[in-house]
């Protein structure tokens, strides 16, 4: 298959779909050109010493912060975890005394009751 031009005479007939094809791809290099003088390159600035610096101090400080929000949360948790364990402790225990006390209150009755 060889490739002919859309406008090629000697077949006496124009393909339409090249031509549009050749149209558009032409229109999207100038485009392009257009495009790439209208923006003129920045310079890059440099930084100085002082603003790398300020910068890297940024940078860990984020860190930092995330590692302690991190560290904040997994003590939080691990607090919360032991506060309910104690909080069932202290259940039991004041269920164990308030036993005890009802035991010791029957053991009163029960000898006030059996020594007379």
Known sequence: MTQTSPT?????V?????????IREQILSELKEQKQEQKPERPKRKLSEKQLAAFSWLEDKRTH???????EKKLKQ????KLKQRK???????????IDKYLYL????V???TSK
């Open 14 to 22: 124009i393909d339409v779909e090249a031509l549009k094809k050749e």
């Open 65 to 71: 912060v995330c590692w302690r929000r991190k560290l």
């Open 78 to 81: 691990k607090l919360e975890k």
């Open 8 to 12: 090629d005479k000697t077949q006496g």
């Open 111 to 113: 000898k006030t009751l």
């Open 106 to 109: 029957l053991r009163s009755v």
């Open 88 to 98: 069932s402790k202290w259940f039991i225990f004041i269920r164990i005394k308030c």
